[in-house]
């Protein structure tokens, strides 16, 4: 791959294809006709990338579900010392990583099975939500990739390739009730078919993941708090204080109100321990405290959803479903009769393998090569 490709400017839109009602994309591109999707008949090879926030990542995956290759590239060093993602940083290192993880998810495609860019079916790259100058990178490199190597480009949204990192490596169809948690949005969706997803309920204040990392940062724990969080929550006492569980209509959630009683209760037992330090039982406890309440209510307000939809199979996504005990309430379900599925945590943070099922099997993709890039949910 040349380097200098990269950096044509993707402007134009020679292709302009009809989106088929089916569960197919049919287009005539450079006078061939290409199918994809899972009634295309052939297989369909993808490549992805995700840059939205702090991964560059580039991935190639065979039919929405079998990962040729997976290529991630964290910026988490980068960031842990501002305390959190600074969006003009973030998108440089965009720039210095894009052409080595593309390069190098073309290197594993041609180890792992003797792929060559000239069979990639598709291009697909992340169009929002995201930070607009992180987008900008991934998806003007895909959208050259589509021009260079004369195949169509697909615009993928961040919140239903986060739903379809549940389709790789399973065998998972819809209909299911799915609960997408990020650090940016908290939802209850019914996925009725591969392209049509309703969201039923979600955040009216806080998502779960900026809870989780404000209460990590005003504990002190260091960025990324979540993961931090979760880890000594496993070390506390889950009962030790009672935190508030929102009461909020239907299958919305609100956690503000949770991240202000822990901020009350750390300033009351600084006050009460005469220290800025907490003891660390203390902290394991707040931890554990703070991740029983928000994984409850998560894990009772989709079950409601689920109940009374009546689907059998339930389905958690995004990068806080890779928390221990969200996981563990949620597949407690299977008590219930109902199947769940979780990605494994490769694919429930940030990914590019997720973007390629997701241009496969979601119809509901930005299809023309002049879309831009959008910071929040459309
Ligand atoms: O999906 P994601 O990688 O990026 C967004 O699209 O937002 O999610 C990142 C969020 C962060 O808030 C991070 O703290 C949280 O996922 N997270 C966790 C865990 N792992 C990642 N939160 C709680 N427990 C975890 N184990
Ligand atoms: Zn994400």
Redesign the pocket.
């Known amino acids: 791959m040349k380097k200098h490709l990269l950096y044509i400017l993707a402007v134009s839109n020679p292709f302009g294809y009809n989106q088929a009602m089916k569960n197919i994309k049919n287009t005539t591109f450079s006078h061939k006709k290409i199918e994809i999707g899972p009634e295309s008949g052939y297989d369909n090879y993808i490549m992805a990338i995700e840059s ?2 702090d ?1 560059t990542a580039c991935a190639i995956v065979k039919n929405g579900r079998e990962v040729i290759a997976n290529v991630v590239a964290s910026q988490i060093k980068t960031h842990a010392k501002y305390g959190g993602v600074i969006p003009e940083i973030a998108a440089r290192e965009h720039l210095d990583s894009i052409n080595i993880v593309i390069d190098e998810a073309f290197a594993q495609a041609k180890e792992t099975c003797g792929l060559n860019p000239k069979d990639i079916t598709a291009f697909a790259g992340t169009v929002g939500p ?1 930070l607009v100058g992180c987008l900008l990178v991934g998806l003007n490199a895909a959208k050259t990739l589509s021009l260079v190597y004369d195949k169509p480009f697909i615009g993928v949204n ?2 239903n390739a ?1 739903l379809c990192g549940n389709y790789l490596d399973t065998d998972l169809k819809p209909p299911f009730m799915a609960l997408l ?5 908290t939802q209850i969706i019914d996925v009725e078919s591969y392209s049509k997803q309703t969201i039923i309920g979600e955040t009216i204040d806080d ?4 809870a ?2 404000k209460v ?1 940062r005003l504990i002190g724990l260091p960025y ?4 931090r ?3 000594l929550a496993q070390e506390g006492n889950p009962k030790a204080y009672i935190l508030p569980q929102a009461k909020v209509d239907g299958f919305n959630f609100s956690f503000s109100g949770l991240k202000t009683a822990v901020l009350r209760l750390v300033k009351d037992l600084k006050a009460q321990y005469n220290t800025e330090e907490l003891p660390q039982n203390i902290v394991n406890d707040l931890c554990a405290s703070f ?1 029983e309440t928000a994984s409850k209510t998560l894990a009772k307000k989709l079950k409601k959803a689920v109940e009374e939809r009546g689907y059998n199979q339930v389905v958690i996504a ?3 479903a ?3 005990e ?1 996981r563990r309430k949620i597949f407690d379900f299977e008590k219930d009769g109902y199947k769940v599925f979780a990605p494994p945590m490769k694919y ?3 990914n590019a393998a997720m973007v390629a099922s997701c241009a496969y099997f979601n119809t509901n993709t930005f299809d023309d090569i002049d879309v831009e890039v959008f910071s929040r949910v459309k």
């Open positions: 939205s926030c991964e995201g961040h919140l986060h948690i990020s650090g940016g949005h998502a779960v993941g900026e989780y990392d990590a990324p708090g979540g993961p969080l979760d880890k991740q995004g990068g806080v890779a928390n221990s969200i429930c943070t940030d």
